[in-house]
């Protein structure tokens, strides 16, 4: 799927493993994908793979690098702007067409209305199954406190300003002796 307002090419992990990779061949990052449904999903790292857009003799071969994401999809991958702008890509949502400039004249990668409709109708469905699988939770319920973590040797008191001894930090009691008075 092209999709040029995303700012991230994604692999999903099926596709990830049917082309016989690994979860060691990924890259850890820290990051997290958030979608314009503002949910947020962490990916499980990184790949760079090569990638061939066109038909010979209009080809273009580039290096992508992609969040890999564990997530039920009718796509394989999307290429993002990272991918699209590397290539110098001009979409057409309409004509539902990539152009792309290579040695040997304009390079194209065209799309299928009739794939496009499956892979949509495949898109609705798992989002319907995943809303209707998961039980609703009442926020009221949860447990929102977070636990505080206790000192693990004795503290002592120091002021923050000499002249405010009302202003004071806990600090813990291995200080030398001259920095705790």
């Known amino acids: 799927m092209i999709d040029t307002g995303s700012s991230a090419d994604v692999l999903y992990l099926d596709a990830f ?9 990924l890259k850890p990052i820290c990051s997290v994908l958030t979608g314009f449904t503002s949910d947020s999903v962490s990916p499980l790292g990184t ?3 090569p990638l061939t857009l066109g038909a010979p003799p209009r080809t273009k071969m580039v290096m ?4 890999v994401v564990d997530l039920p999809t009718a796509y394989n991958a999307i290429l993002g702007r990272p991918t699209l702008n590397k290539i110098r890509a001009v979409v057409s949502t309409y004509h539902q067409t990539v152009k792309f400039p290579t040695h040997a004249r304009t390079g194209e990668v065209w799309g299928s209305p009739q794939e496009s409709r499956r892979c949509y109708l495949t898109a609705v469905s798992l989002y319907k199954r995943a809303k ?3 039980p609703l939770e009442d926020p009221r319920e949860k447990n929102w406190s977070t636990p505080h973590p206790e000192p693990t040797v004795p503290t002592c008191n120091v002021p ?19 920095e705790r008075e």
């Open 132 to 134: 209707t699988n998961q």
């Open 47 to 49: 790949v760079t793979l």
């Open 160 to 178: 923050l300003m000499e002249d405010r001894p009302d202003w004071m930090v806990q600090v813990g009691s291995e200080l030398p002796e001259q």
């Open 64 to 67: 992508s690098t992609f969040l």
């Open 17 to 25: 493993l049917k082309l016989g990779l690994t979860k060691e061949s």
